[in-house]
């Protein structure tokens, strides 16, 4: 049995008020993961701390973000095994269904990292005599990826990617159904040096 905790700013955390729920093996019953049951007041905190580490991580050039991600993405290929063990007692998944999904998401974090450099604006006609529009793209702020459960790896990953690439913190929240599978991915952006509150 695996038991995991959430990642606030940079720090792991139980639930406020202590609360935890348990995820079943589907094929066998036995308990596979104790995960933290997240209050309000911890999705509010997470938001919080997103919000504060914004304005650094919209700063940095797309260099620093891509290789971020690029570290990020073999953080992720190397927990492959972990991934395997967690999505077969989280799901019931076959190891080489698993395997595939950790394939395909670290590659979907190198994507991503390609994509901090082609993030354009464009020239708008305007209507005043000699001037020029111009529309620049900028990051949002907290973006909130919600990852579903049949593909975890996969989709986890495509709910923080593209959102990161481009500038954004994310909060992530997690699918109940594989609570450790996704904290695997997290892990991954936390050991590739993603700052606190990203």
Request: a positive charge.
């Given at each position: 049995m695996t038991t995991i905790s959430m990642l606030i700013n940079g720090?792991?955390?139980?639930?406020?008020?202590?609360?935890?729920?348990?995820?079943k093996n589907p094929l066998d019953g036995k308990v596979a993961t104790t995960a933290p049951a997240a209050t309000v007041e911890d999705a509010l905190e997470a938001v919080e701390a997103a919000s504060k580490a914004f304005p650094d991580w919209a700063?940095?050039?797309?260099?620093?973000?891509?290789?971020?991600?690029?570290?990020?993405?073999?953080?992720?290929?190397?927990?492959?095994?972990?991934f395997i063990k967690a999505m077969a007692g989280e799901t019931g998944s076959a190891a080489m269904w698993a395997g595939f999904n950790a394939h395909l998401a670290a590659n979907m974090l190198r994507e991503a990292a390609s994509l901090t450099t082609q993030i354009n604006g464009d020239l708008i006609p305007s209507d005043v005599p000699g001037s020029l529009a111009m529309g620049v793209r900028q990051p949002a702020g907290v973006v909130l990826g919600m990852a579903p459960w049949n593909a975890p790896i996969i989709?986890?990953?495509r709910a923080v990617a593209v959102p990161l690439a481009?500038?954004?913190?994310?909060?992530?929240?997690?699918?109940?159904?594989?609570?450790?599978?996704?904290?695997l991915i997290i892990q991954s952006l936390q050991e590739a040096g993603l700052p606190d509150g990203v």
């Open positions: 720090q792991q955390k139980q639930a406020s008020n202590g609360k935890t729920f348990q995820r700063a940095k050039g797309p260099t620093e973000r891509r290789g971020l991600l690029l570290k990020a993405a073999d953080a992720l290929d190397a927990k492959t095994d972990d989709l986890g990953t481009c500038g954004n913190t994310v909060v992530m929240k997690g699918s109940e159904i594989c609570p450790a599978t996704h904290s």
